[in-house]
């Protein structure tokens, strides 16, 4: 939407011909019509066939509340004289607008209510969605289709297909409220599709003016960014010039924030969401720092043109440095610049102690960097030249001395990159460069230099994070829904007043929604001259961030707050958008830097404690004032318990011994090797009739030794509470995890202080470092402190590793007589902490929700845009010690989202596929696909999923027997034919990646491992053969993601909440009764939470032996399985129910953001939901034989006694014939 038309008649001669972008910018582009184009509608097949519980709720909210006053009923318009935004550029305009450069700026106020809806005459409108999403855009729909119908109910309205593409090629369908009631307040465009074309050729615009004549339309409605509003305004002007009676207006969108013309138009809609999405990620992955103060998570943002939203990031969560690419480009900043600027603050942090932060930049950060758009010019001229080869060599000759430098000092694979990497003209590729990946190696190079000179020691990791689909089409925040529905109805009302070239203007927005102005600006009077292609183009100039001037104050406020944050770790976690108006203050939140334009006061920053440094962690306890308004807010929310629990006090629960446990039979006398006892009673708790004597002086030690997960700070809450219930009771939390334990590193864990992180993600508070208690000395590491501390109780937090080695020191403390109590509790993301006894672990819920908002938001965006494939690989239990890892997020997720793929690991396994049959399944959903038109969708991959290939299993296998890190070169005679086969076939980036450095017990990182990439590549290459053979004749143009850090510190949701609070609570009690080697437990999660019951089982009772092992010459010690997903169970069988049907059609849903109240809040994971309660049978079980032990006393009828005795007899034949493996993951024990 750039090009102004040439005067009518003048028609191009051939079609228009458009360059190869690359995927991420590449349109959709339709073939331009050379035929008439139609002037019927299309049937409408768009509907959305499922939605998540909080779309519904969402789908019922009354957008009437978002109606400013002023657009009720009748109102005036106020016509008033535009100021151009530029005084020199006023005449150029004024000639290329000719017949609209006079349009007033209108400002609405309130009219008459008096006047009768049916004595105004009804308006036929059009809509058009134009560009990349943005949240809000179907409320901007909503806003223009109930705004018609108020100013007469038989208004009609018009939704143009796909883009501007849908206008000249009169590709549209009639808008009803049954359509529109399907979409509003929901996120996307999928209801009527989005696209990038461009109304440029004389046959285009005449079309377009033929499609709306034939169609009767009154108004035409763009919905788009500043290039979409630009050649709406010249559509509008070769309307009114040609005499045809349909007006034009525009909506301003654009999540960029770059469209933005104080005091008129003070905001883009979209942005709000797109920028609290990311910015809720950036929050977890801080978290995720502080947990294991390890890692520097280095976080690129959407924003190529300018840096509002690393800004507005930057403002919400407060990281240790945030990059903007004006001041790069004000203060002409080169990259080793920025290279020393960032190493300077590693370097400072590392001296105080911290090799850990956050970092946040804007994608288009490298094309600010003079130094590197002029190499770009001088590469693409170069490499254009005859003589020049794409090598280093040939290239650094042709290059002038300072472009050579420039290209020396970047990295070697972005050398590579730019070399090999280019489009079809031959030209660099610059927004495929990663450009976080780019600054933290050459970051890693300058320090490694320091390193040398002596002066760093630290340690620099980097993980490394791009957050952008995910943001374009979630659920709109309030105020996004709100601004949404009124920039539609604003329209409606423009055009309902005969009014065209204006954009739509919504303002006062510090007020309520009620109270918001209303008008229209002219959009030539936005537009300045600018020089684009060798031409001067009308353009409505794009707002970047404000240095200096009457918009600089978000910059001046972050400048503030800017060297502060370099040291200290003030990170803001926003947390997910809420959308309960009622009771949460925050989901009304606006964007903080329009709050800060408009004259609003930036919030100060509180005061962070100097770090204590506790062996090789540091101690930073955070008040209750220092959190987020959300975090403060979710603090006040009590935590729901057990009937048994209820009151929260040793004294009123009894602990009851069910019955004796049993191991797996064919283990029993294997496991007497390692333990003492292995029937010890399973426990169960009950409220107490009377009151049960207390124990005083209880210390109860608490440790992190798994990995991070949303709920455990709620856990220590629950220990807490309940120990305050013995007097002189103590909680002592081990900060640094297993180290902290090993090196006595403890702090009292106080209700003030639990307080303030309740309703918190992550492991901040204590933190966490290795998961392994497994050596004699470490054993008697740990009975050493417990007995120096005196501790009656220790509770050990983590997955099936953690639960494993608690066993262990159980029967170590139980053979030295220490009288500490081991007490375990089942934690971890990946879901795979369970079995009979154990029904889920903590933080599975909250990281399944939060993952699949994520998948959500980018299958709805897929919907929308309708030209990429999203593969999106789930951090799953691919790094927990199993050999063949699980993959029930993934399946959660899916159950969640309907994506159209979800490729599971104990699938896989089980079917025994090869690489090459898993590609063909893909390929063929693809293909399927596209007979019927749909070139997109949605594929989850599970993380773990290449070890389940057998020639890759094997291939890790023979890998992992060799030292790492290394090269092709010296592992590729090592290898086996087959693998060396097989490793020879894989791409560069695998090769690479399969040879980086081991996880701590030699086992490879299977997150490292782009397995969604590799799949795309060879789904890609597979279907280029079928092109080529003439059986597919689609289009595949993949984008591919890793979801796992994002996720796994995320703020609980209320299930969590709830259930690791009672988990805490049952084990301070299980401690304190002095209940060694038991876990934690709660059951019957699938009931209210009053039903829930808790008590503990015996470690023992957990362990086993797999039956390959249990028999070979190398026996290891029994431990606690990981299990896999059962595909017999409830939740994989609900999956094949529909997965068929997913891969057709669009069938997702989106969760949308945790809620953490109103009646989505309550939602539980479907995995826990169809959970089998193991307990709850056995309890059947004991009746039904206590009733036949009842029945067949002596002097009962013999045939009674002979019917049970050929019953029991057969039942006990066939459980014999059913002893066998469970479905486990063999465990690493190196």
Sequence with gaps: ???????????????????????????????????????????????RRAYSALQKERLSAECGAY????????????KKQAIPASEKDAETIKGLFPSTYDTPLVEFTAGSNGEAAASRQPIKVGVVLSGGQAPGGHNVIAGIFDGIKQWNPDSEMIGFLDGPH????????????????????????????????????????????????AIGLDGLVVIGGDDSNTNGAVLAEYFKKHGCKTKVVGAPKTIDGDLKCPPHIPISFGFDTACKTYATLVGNVAVDALSAQKYYHIVRLMGRSASNIALEVALLTRPNACLLGEEVARDKKSLRDLTVDLADMIQERSKAGKDYGVIVLPEGLIEFIPEFERLMSELNDKLAAPGVEATEESVLKALSPENAECFKYLPEFIRAQLLLDRDPHGNVQVTKIETEKLLAATVSAELEQRRAAGSYKGSFKAQFHAYGYEGRAGMPTIFDASYCYALGATAATLLAHGLTGLIASVKNLLAPAKEWQCGGVPVTSLCVIERRKGKDKPVIKKALVELEGGMSQPYAAYMKLRSKLRMVDAYNVTGPIQYDMKDCKASTDIPITLQLELGKDAAPLSDIPAPKKMGEFLYIPQSLEARSELQQWRTKRPHQVPTSLQEKSIAAVQVSEVNATMCAEQDMSYMRKFFSSIEAPLLEFKASEGRTPVPANQRIGVAFCGRQAPGCHDLLCGMVDVLRSSSSSKVLGFVGGTHGLFEKQWIELTPELCKAYAGTGGLELLGR???????TEE????????????????????????????????????????????????????????????????????????????????AIDGSSARKYYYF??????????????????????????????????????????????????????????????????????????????PEFRSLINELEALPMPSTPEKVLPELTQWSRALFHTLPDFIQHQLLLERQSNAALQMSQLETERLLAWLVEDELKQRKKQGTFKGSFSPVCQFIGYQARCSVPSDFD???????????????????????????????????????????????SVPASTASGSFQPRPVIFPHRIDLDGAAFKLWCSQREQCAKLEMYENPGPIQMSGPSAAHVSYTIMAKFSYLRELEELRKHLSAVHTRCRPGCDPRTVRVARQSLATLNQILDELMGPSEAIEQREK
Aim: one cysteine or more; glycine letters at 10%; proline letters at 5%.
């Design 1 to 47: 939407w750039l090009k102004l038309p040439k005067p009518l008649g003048a028609r191009a001669s051939q079609r228009a011909t458009f360059p190869r972008l690359p995927p991420a910018d590449r349109p959709n582009r339709g073939e331009a019509s050379e035929m008439a184009p139609k002037t019927e509608p299309t049937p409408y097949t768009r509907a």
């Design 67 to 78: 109606l400013p006053a002023v657009l009720e009923g009748c109102p005036q318009a106020i």
């Design 166 to 213: 849908g206008i000249f090629s009169g590709n549209f369908v009639e808008i009803t409220s049954e359509i529109m009631d399907g979409f509003r307040n929901t996120g996307g465009f999928d209801m009527l599709g989005s696209g990038r074309h461009k109304i440029e050729t004389d046959e285009q615009f005449e079309n377009s003016m033929a499609v709306c004549n």
């Design 769 to 775: 470092t290795v998961d392994r208690i497994k050596s």
């Design 779 to 858: 054993l008697e590491k740990v009975r050493k402190v417990c007995e120096e501390l005196e501790l009656t109780g220790l509770v050990l937090i983590g997955g099936a590793r953690t639960n494993t080695d608690a066993a262990y020191v159980a029967e170590h403390f139980k053979k030295s007589g220490a009288k500490t109590a081991i007490i375990g509790v089942p934690c971890g993301i990946e879901g795979n902490m369970v079995n009979e006894f154990v029904e889920a672990s903590v933080g599975f819920d909250s990281a399944a929700k939060a993952v699949a908002q994520l998948v959500g938001n980018t």
């Design 872 to 949: 999106l690989r789930i951090m799953d239990g691919a790094n927990t010690g199993g050999r063949t890892s699980s993959s029930h997020l993934a399946l959660e997720v899916a159950l969640q989202t309907k994506p159209n793929m979800l490729l599971l690991t104990e699938e896989v396994d089980e079917k025994r596929m090869s690489l090459r049959e898993l590609v063909k399944e893909v390929a063929d959903m693809v293909a399927g696909r596209a007979t019927d038109g749909n070139n997109f969708g949605t594929i989850l991959v599970a993380e773990g999923l290449l070890a389940a290939i």
């Design 1057 to 1103: 909440s709830d259930y690791a609070y009672t988990l805490g609570a049952t084990s301070s009690m299980l401690a304190a009764s002095g209940k060694s080697g038991y876990m934690a437990i709660v059951s019957d999660l699938s009931q209210p939470v009053q039903k829930w019951r808790a008590g503990g089982v015996p470690f023992t009772a957990m362990l």
